[in-house]
């Protein structure tokens, strides 16, 4: 059974602030994606990792992913409340796409002025 | 081009009733996906269909809980005999395989609750 860990879990930073969210899969796959949900929202998709060493960035957040290690990183520069949200993981079920996905828990984060 | 709709996005049931969500897919996708998010959780894979077929619906729960796609209209999660454990937002999302990596784009959520 495929696993997504994500942490921290819960996340609350000063804006101006970096920091890095870690997600960790239990299968091998070569595709990894990023949303972020507000309260009461649906799901936005940020980025779409597709092979290994895949760097991606978008304003202050980037996103790698490291498909020997498992692991995928979302790292966020100089944090501005806008950034506030919970942010999950995902990861197809094959790897090879059009599948469903494994989410992890998902990181709260909260950037305070 | 509109994104992918859901209705309705409020539901309200009594224990015993049905529930049937809807969701209609992004122009042009035909690949349809249903998950399920309870509070303070991340996102649980259900069902994933295609047009007239059930591709995978290792996610989806063996009793109450079915799920179509017609050739003609929305995709339809039907919930039969809703119990409490049932209230939950329900999320459609759709993709198309031409996109060449399967990104999946989201609706807004049917939010149930069974009282």
């Known amino acids: 059974e495929l696993k997504v860990e994500q942490n921290p879990l819960f996340l609350s930073m000063q804006e101006g602030k970096n920091y890095t969210i870690y997600c960790n899969y239990s299968t091998t796959s070569d595709r990894l994606y990023w949303y972020r949900q507000d309260p009461g929202k649906s799901l936005e998709s940020l980025f779409v990792l597709l092979s290994n060493g895949a760097v991606k960035q978008e304003g202050r957040l980037m996103a790698s992913l490291d498909t020997k290690a498992r692991l995928s990183t979302l790292h966020i520069t100089a944090a501005v409340h806008d950034l506030s949200a919970t942010y999950f993981c995902?990861?197809?079920?094959?790897?090879?796409?059009?599948?469903?996905?494994?989410f992890g828990k998902g990181t709260h984060l909260i950037i305070q002025p | 081009n509109a994104g992918v709709m859901q209705n309705p996005r409020h539901l309200v049931r009594r224990r015993g009733q049905e529930a049937r969500l809807r969701c209609s897919p992004m122009k042009g996708h035909s690949h349809v996906y249903w998950y399920r998010q309870l509070p303070e959780e991340g996102l649980k894979f259900m069902v994933y269909l295609q047009k007239e077929n059930i591709i995978d619906e290792s996610g989806m729960p063996k009793e109450r809980f079915s799920a179509e796609f017609p050739k003609e209209g929305p995709s339809i999660l039907r919930i039969q005999q809703v119990v409490r454990g049932d209230s939950a937002a329900y999320f459609c999302a759709s993709s198309s395989i031409q996109t060449g990596y399967g990104e999946q784009f989201f609706g807004p959520g049917t939010r149930l609750t069974v009282l």
């Open positions: 995902a990861v197809d079920h094959s790897g090879g796409g059009a599948d469903g996905l494994t």
